[in-house]
């Protein structure tokens, strides 16, 4: 099948985490999840984890040169080299920028940014109401899919930047800084967009048939 080198575009609780774990079973990719990769940092206590904790409690972007040295080192790993899918990166045009300039540099470019829309108050719902639970790392929503009877619902916790004052600091970065990315890649005709406030099921099966529209183009 053709080489797919992805983005996913959106703002914080748009669902790009969701997606990015079913497409990346789809079509074999490996998901490479920037937020999923600093809090891993943060955990092991690495020099990386510790300089990214501060930016990331605040709601605020890590500096693009720590952000775009972790991700050119990860996509220069083979699992990387016939595709990816990127969650979370870019966030700014200068990372935009050293990604196009990486792959063009393997005579490889993009194939797609998708794009999952979804409006802020949206997403104020469904971050402020996420719960995790440390026993089984399980994520549910006080509202729209809450733990089953067993499950104590004080014993769940709340990823710190999901609280309702760093979700509006989130976005408000996100508006500023990320969404000019949406300009960007439409005007180098690599943007398709997909409403969000759709069932996850949905925006699977739109971005899916997407995919496979584009795999065979890639191919023909
Ligand atoms: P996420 O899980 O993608 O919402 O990322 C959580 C946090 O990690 C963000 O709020 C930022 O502080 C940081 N982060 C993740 N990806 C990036 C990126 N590409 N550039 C700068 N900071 C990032």
Redesign the pocket.
């Known amino acids: 099948m053709a080489e797919l080198d992805l983005i996913l575009l959106g703002p914080?609780?748009a669902g790009?985490?969701t997606q990015g774990s079913q497409l990346t079973a789809d079509f074999g990719l490996p998901h490479v999840?920037?937020?999923?990769?600093?809090?891993a940092a943060r955990e092991a206590g690495t020099e990386l984890g510790r300089i990214?904790s501060r930016?990331?409690?605040?709601?605020?972007?890590?500096?693009?040169d720590?952000?775009i040295a972790m991700?050119l080192e990860r996509l220069a790993d083979d699992d990387a080299a016939d595709g990816f899918l990127l969650?979370?990166?870019?966030?700014?045009t200068q990372?935009a920028d050293a990604l196009a300039a990486q792959l063009a540099e393997h005579g490889r470019r993009l194939t797609a940014a998708l794009l999952i829309d979804v409006p802020d108050e949206v997403v104020i719902r469904r971050l402020s109401g996420r719960r995790i639970d440390p026993a089984t790392g399980r994520i549910y929503h006080l509202d729209f899919d809450p733990p089953p009877r067993g499950v104590d619902p004080a014993a769940l916790v709340q990823r710190d930047?999901d609280r309702e004052d760093t979700v509006r600091r989130?976005l408000a970065?996100y508006h500023e800084q990320t969404e000019p990315l949406i300009a960007y890649y439409d005007e180098r005709a690599l943007l398709a967009r997909f409403d969000g406030t759709l069932s996850p099921e949905e925006v699977h099966g739109h971005i899916r048939s997407t995919l496979v529209t584009l795999a065979l183009e890639e191919d023909a």
């Open positions: 914080p609780g790009k985490g999840a920037t937020g999923d990769m600093l809090r990214a930016y990331m409690e605040a709601g605020e972007l890590v500096p693009d720590v952000i991700i969650d979370g990166f870019p966030r700014t990372q930047d989130r970065v």
